[in-house]
């Protein structure tokens, strides 16, 4: 987890959404690492799971996350708001993978990225299920195919893939925008 949230590289005063947050286990450190500037948007599709992470941010003093019923289409962000998407082992759970991409890539600043973290498929040895696994072509044909490109990788976390991907052809092009 720390070597994770390290690799992350978040800054402090960004907009982090933290997409099928759950109860929280990746909101609640990523709110301490965006600062009081800074707010963490949990996005899960189980308003239970919206109650957990909030009671859960109470308890530790934590008033900087927002929480945010999405659905299997749609992650309901704002436009250009998010400096930085954590999808940690959901990507592979997406019944309608193209229409939650293009709502991802649309709630993206033009220099916001996603960090995706999934089980290796390539590894025998990764001890989870197939279904629960995604290789790294798969990744890449799908996000492409999306309107995304490779930003960055971090292979040296011991069972899965943490790639980060950026809008193509928007972002680090010099181009100023905003």
Same mark, same amino acid.
């Given at each position: 987890?720390?070597?994770? =949230?390290?690799?992350?590289? %978040?800054?402090?005063? $960004? #907009?982090?959404?933290?997409?099928?947050?759950?109860?929280?286990?990746? &909101? =609640?450190?990523?709110?301490?690492? %965006?600062?009081?500037?800074?707010?963490?948007?949990?996005?899960?599709?189980?308003?239970?799971?919206?109650?957990?992470?909030?009671?859960?941010?109470?308890?530790?003093?934590?008033? *900087? /996350?927002?929480? !945010?019923?999405?659905? !299997? /289409?749609?992650? *309901?962000?704002?436009? @250009?708001? /998010?400096?930085?998407?954590?999808? !940690?082992?959901?990507?592979? +759970?997406?019944?309608?993978?193209?229409?939650?991409?293009?709502?991802?890539?649309? &709630?993206?600043?033009?220099?916001?990225?996603?960090?995706?973290? +999934?089980?290796?498929?390539?590894?025998? +040895? !990764?001890?989870?299920?197939?279904?629960?696994?995604? &290789?790294?072509?798969? /990744?890449?044909? +799908?996000?492409?195919? *999306?309107?995304?490109?490779?930003?960055?990788?971090? @292979?040296?976390?011991? $069972?899965?893939?943490?790639?980060?991907?950026?809008?193509?052809?928007?972002?680090? @092009?010099? #181009?100023?925008? *905003?």
């Amino acid at each position: 987890t720390q070597r994770f =949230l390290k690799e992350l590289r %978040v800054e402090k005063g $960004w #907009s982090v959404c933290d997409l099928g947050c759950g109860n929280g286990y990746y &909101s =609640l450190p990523l709110a301490r690492m %965006v600062g009081e500037k800074g707010k963490v948007i949990g996005v899960d599709i189980q308003p239970e799971m919206l109650q957990m992470l909030m009671d859960r941010a109470k308890q530790r003093g934590i008033d *900087n /996350i927002e929480p !945010v019923q999405g659905s !299997v /289409i749609d992650p *309901n962000l704002e436009p @250009n708001s /998010i400096d930085l998407m954590i999808l !940690v082992d959901v990507y592979h +759970e997406f019944s309608h993978p193209e229409q939650m991409l293009a709502r991802i890539r649309e &709630s993206l600043k033009p220099t916001g990225q996603i960090a995706l973290l +999934e089980f290796r498929a390539e590894d025998p +040895e !990764v001890p989870i299920k197939p279904e629960h696994k995604m &290789s790294k072509a798969q /990744i890449m044909k +799908e996000y492409t195919a *999306n309107g995304f490109e490779l930003a960055r990788e971090f @292979n040296d976390l011991p $069972w899965q893939h943490l790639m980060f991907f950026k809008r193509a052809g928007k972002g680090d @092009n010099g #181009s100023g925008q *905003n």
